[in-house]
């Protein structure tokens, strides 16, 4: 069964053993995040197949990782499977087996 994990500073921020990979970004559903971790950003980005993406930053070691993290509240139809969904950049490690 394949599993995914992020991590930031040795802190697991999210664990699955589903989720969804699109565009070689592993997307966590919400209920495998520690959203204690997170805080949600006001910014927002558009992809033309995805839709409005919404940002979270991330508290680590005293830092705050600015826009990090990424989900699509409202996706457009062809990206349904990933609604809510929890996506993370560097320096958040993702790995999967």
């Given amino acids: 069964m ?8 040795g802190k697991t921020v999210a664990e699955a053993d589903s989720f969804e990979i ?3 970004n592993v997307y966590f559903p919400p209920s495998s995040v520690d959203q204690n ?5 006001s910014t927002t980005t558009y ?10 930053s991330i508290e680590a070691d005293g830092k705050t990782l600015k826009d ?15 609604k809510d969904f929890v ?7 993702v790995v999967r087996d």
């Fill in 37 to 41: 971790l997170l805080t949600k950003s």
């Fill in 87 to 93: 996506a993370f950049g560097k320096p958040v490690h």
């Fill in 2 to 9: 394949p599993h995914a994990k992020a991590q930031i500073d």
């Fill in 47 to 56: 992809c033309g197949w995805k839709g409005s993406a919404s940002y979270y």
């Fill in 22 to 24: 699109v565009e070689g």
């Fill in 68 to 82: 990090v993290a990424w989900y699509y509240a409202e996706p457009l139809e062809k990206a349904t499977h990933i």
